[in-house]
């Protein structure tokens, strides 16, 4: 593999894979591996017609997060994406934290404003506010982080624990998730079919860094690099060749063993 990018893998804290069973032997396999991180995703209200692949099954992401960091070491622990606006500011800023602190600062914290109508209709949230509202969690969590005294509805408070802030890569599509990336986050985090696909977004969002005086942020990709070891390879090359930093691999699996099968096949894959 290219040593010019960091490989993650996704792992399904969804459906009947999502048993603390899988997810456990998922994860340290994953770390046993040495991937550089693994990475899952979020939703809170499925309805029933749209329920198929996952019956409906989500475990919470923060929450899972904090039990993969008790269980392993090093890997580092990636959200993909924590959907804000779902979330009131506090008590998530609280759940970051803490997660951050108890992993030993293992934490990419990747966010996004949500899509699906029928979440936003159970949390009785206007899906119109959802960006205002995640731009106003981003803005608090960088307050946070910056400093043990902050302000809330006008009430001073001490905000701790307070480890060094994660990394804050937001997820989403042009043009909006790279001003918001740019202004508010450390990175971008698009999802991908191939390179060519964010080759031009990812020179704007670079261009949109350096105009507003900040170092060029990073770039994460969701991908899937399929099952053959010359595309696989050609693909991370790809990757890094526009600046990505990561590669987040999509891995399907129904098993236990399947997931442990799809990973050590991808890593022969890369490494050869």
Not at 176 to 202: F, H, V
Request: glycine letters at 10%.
């Amino acid at each position: 593999m290219s040593s010019k990018i960091k490989l993650g893998v996704t792992l399904r804290n969804m459906g009947p894979q999502s048993t603390p069973q899988i997810m456990r032997s998922g994860v340290l396999h994953a770390e046993a591996l040495g991937y550089e991180s693994v990475w899952i995703t979020d939703h809170i209200a499925i309805p029933p017609d749209d329920a198929q692949g996952s019956g409906g099954r989500y475990t919470d992401p923060l929450t899972t997060l904090s039990w993969f960091a008790g269980l392993t070491q090093n890997i580092k622990l990636g959200s993909g994406v924590l959907i804000l606006p779902y979330r009131p500011i506090l008590p998530t800023a609280k759940a970051i934290a803490t997660l951050q602190e108890v992993s030993d600062e293992r934490l990419l914290l990747g966010v996004g404003i949500g899509w699906m109508d029928a979440e936003f209709n159970a949390l009785g949230i206007p899906r119109r506010e959802r960006g205002v509202r995640s731009d106003a969690t981003l803005r608090f969590l960088q307050q946070c982080f910056e400093q043990d005294e902050v302000s809330l509805n006008g009430q001073k408070f001490l905000f701790k624990p307070r480890p060094q802030r994660p990394p804050i890569l937001v997820g989403g599509r042009p043009p909006m998730a790279l001003r918001r990336a740019a202004e508010l986050g450390d990175g971008w985090l698009p999802m991908a079919k191939n390179p060519e696909q964010i080759a031009q977004s990812a020179k704007d969002y670079r261009e949109l860094t350096l105009s507003l005086g900040k170092p060029p942020g990073q770039i994460s990709v969701m991908t899937n690099l399929g099952s053959q070891l010359d595309q696989a390879r050609t693909l991370l090359d790809r990757y890094a060749d526009l600046g990505v930093e990561r590669v987040i691999a999509a891995v399907g699996y129904d098993t236990e063993a399947d997931y442990r099968y799809q990973l050590d096949q991808l890593r022969a894959l890369v490494d050869g």
